[in-house]
């Protein structure tokens, strides 16, 4: 079960036995303690500086989409990993396809929030929502927008069942080191920034 809990998680052994342990045997619950384990330590981590990584390029099949990512860890010995590699890849790949707007909710500008809510609202209203559940529907509807926009809250395009947030979580527990997604950009032919 160490085994097969440690494949599935990439934590180490002990922490695989220590789970077990902690879970009585049961492995979804020993999976979930990991997971929740793993975000605990991703947030201790986040008090290190992360200086190091590297700029992963990335140009779609038929040259139509370009991303540039800067991913960083705490040391060159991780950057140059094949595995950081190929996350940074994958992030890439990944805001090619998703097109995500910005990085964290925190970065979407007030005006849009209160546009989008507003919106949301109307929509509510026309389609005779009571309104004592008013706030609620709007709530999720803002909920599914942040999901749509942005990138840490997005379902990961390979493996749906995570976001981006879980892989870099994922990520600085597997590399005892935290991963942050510093910045990106998003080129499409025919498509101007925003001013």
């Known amino acids: 079960m160490i085994k097969e809990l440690r ?3 990439s934590a180490g052994v002990l922490d695989c036995r220590e789970a077990l342990e902690i879970a009585g045997g049961d492995f979804e619950e020993a999976v979930a303690y990991l997971r929740e384990k793993g975000h605990a330590e991703a947030a201790k981590k986040s008090l290190s500086a992360a200086s190091e990584g590297r700029i992963e390029a990335y140009v779609h099949h038929g040259s139509q989409v370009g991303v540039m990512v800067e991913l960083n860890c705490e040391t060159d010995f991780v950057a140059r990993t094949d595995d950081f590699e190929a996350l940074a890849h994958n992030l890439a790949l990944h805001i090619a396809f998703a097109a995500p707007h910005y990085t ?6 007030e005006a849009v929030v209160l546009e989008e809510e507003r ?8 389609e005779g929502k009571p309104p004592d559940i008013m706030d609620r529907i709007v709530e999720g509807r803002m909920e599914k927008f942040y999901e749509q926009v942005c990138l840490l809250e997005q379902p ?6 995570k976001t981006i ?11 005892g080191e935290l991963v942050v997604l510093s910045r990106f950009e998003r080129y499409e032919v025919g498509e101007r920034p925003s001013q």
Do not use: M
């Open 7 to 9: 494949d599935l998680t």
């Open 104 to 109: 964290t909710r925190e970065e979407v500008p």
């Open 119 to 126: 919106i949301y609202r109307a929509q509510a209203l026309e």
């Open 156 to 161: 990961f395009v390979k493996n749906e069942d």
């Open 165 to 175: 947030g879980d892989l870099l979580n994922e990520a600085t527990t597997a590399f």
